[in-house]
């Protein structure tokens, strides 16, 4: 009997160790994703423990976005996943997977005292995930990227017009119609969402490929392509560049 309880207790001991250091190391992972799948299948050949979120569930989602702004990494726009958090620490975008998988454990160990996930390419899949959102800090006037004792913080929707990877920038949809908006951007000027488009950044400003030195305000095609995205924007909306400044340009 004596030997019974023992093995119980080894077990509850064996248990409690394991869920110690699942709390340590958590991933966010997205369906069809070779590099999520990939990260798992190193993790549990090692045997390695870990809590998984798949970002196919909204609210998952919105933790790993969440969790990204906090880290104080994040500047905005798209990454690579997975998204893994080791004792805290947020890897995204990691550049060399395998190196990086190969380095968990002594992460886990060391306390992430070596906070690089490695400079070298991979040839792996990388597989984009866009934000829907980002939150913007207002006093009525100015809107800034960060919090502001005071101020009101808003979630400003993205519309991923453009999807590819690394050449994307963000224009602003105004109207003159303050139903659905999110902010006031001037007298009688409302700013309604986000349109991520394939383009370059010339400073603060967003220019759309094919529309560089171009003033795209007064263009008919970007006054239609709202519509696409923002219902309010039934009635008319145009877009304007200057939003360099929400992703720290």
Not at 42 to 52: C, D, F, G, P, S
Not at 105 to 120: I, R, T, V
Request: proline fraction near 4%; glycine fraction near 10%.
């Amino acid at each position: 009997m004596k030997r019974i309880f023992l093995s119980i207790a080894l077990l509850a001991l064996s248990f409690t160790l394991y869920a110690d250091t699942s709390a340590q190391l958590t991933i966010f992972t997205k369906p069809g994703c070779g590099r999520c799948a990939y990260t798992i299948e190193y993790l549990k050949k090692n045997n390695i423990a870990y809590t998984e979120y798949s970002t196919s569930d909204k609210s998952n989602n919105a933790k790993m976005w969440s969790t990204l702004r906090d880290s104080g990494k994040f500047k905005g726009g798209s990454i690579s996943m997975p998204v893994v958090v080791i004792n805290g620490e947020t890897y995204f975008s990691i550049p060399n997977l395998k190196e990086f998988t190969e380095s968990i454990s002594s992460k886990l160990a060391s306390g992430n005292q070596d906070n690089g996930p490695g400079n070298s390419e991979t040839t792996d899949e990388i597989i984009e995930t866009l934000p829907d959102s980002v939150f913007v800090w207002t006093d009525g006037k100015i809107v800034v990227n960060h919090a502001i004792a005071g101020w009101m913080r808003k979630k400003l929707p993205i519309a991923n017009h453009y999807s590819g990877s690394g050449d994307g920038v963000y224009v602003a949809v105004y109207s003159h119609n303050k139903f659905r908006s999110i902010y006031t951007a001037g007298e009688n000027v409302y700013v309604m969402g986000l349109i991520r488009m394939k383009g370059t950044w010339n400073g603060i400003i967003a220019e759309p490929e094919g529309w560089e030195g171009k003033d795209i305000s007064a263009s008919d095609e970007f006054k239609q392509l709202p519509k696409q995205y923002f219902p309010a924007c039934a009635n008319g909306c145009w877009v304007g560049g200057d939003t360099g400044g929400i992703f720290g340009k």
